[in-house]
């Protein structure tokens, strides 16, 4: 299936976005935000498999800030990547 130029420049964006996110991850404030696709860079893995780790407790639970909005508190994925390196 081929997608439309404007699929694709939504899907640019998004990337741009996430990768500007990751780069400036150690500067955000614990009390900021990141949405998923962050989350999946962080932890080099799916979305499926955030969920389940949110659901048996092996990451933090995101925060709902919004009927269709999900975000994850930058000081809760810290937390959780210093549990991982160690």
Same mark, same amino acid.
């Given at each position: %299936?081929?997608?439309?130029?404007?699929?694709?420049?939504?899907? %640019? #964006?998004? $990337?741009?976005? @996430?990768? *500007?996110? /990751? +780069? =400036?991850?150690?500067?955000?404030?614990? +009390?900021?935000?990141?949405?998923?696709?962050?989350?999946?860079?962080?932890? *080099?893995?799916? =979305? =499926? @498999?955030?969920?389940?780790?949110? #659901? @048996?407790? *092996? %990451?933090?639970?995101?925060? #709902?800030? !919004?009927?269709? $909005? $999900? &975000?994850?508190?930058? !000081?809760? /994925?810290? &937390?959780?990547?210093?549990?991982?390196?160690?």
């Amino acid at each position: %299936m081929l997608r439309s130029s404007n699929q694709e420049a939504c899907s %640019m #964006k998004r $990337t741009n976005q @996430t990768s *500007a996110a /990751l +780069a =400036d991850f150690e500067r955000l404030p614990d +009390a900021a935000f990141v949405r998923i696709p962050v989350v999946q860079a962080l932890f *080099a893995c799916s =979305d =499926d @498999t955030i969920w389940r780790r949110v #659901k @048996t407790g *092996a %990451m933090p639970a995101p925060v #709902k800030l !919004g009927p269709r $909005t $999900t &975000a994850w508190r930058v !000081g809760d /994925l810290r &937390a959780a990547l210093d549990q991982v390196a160690a």
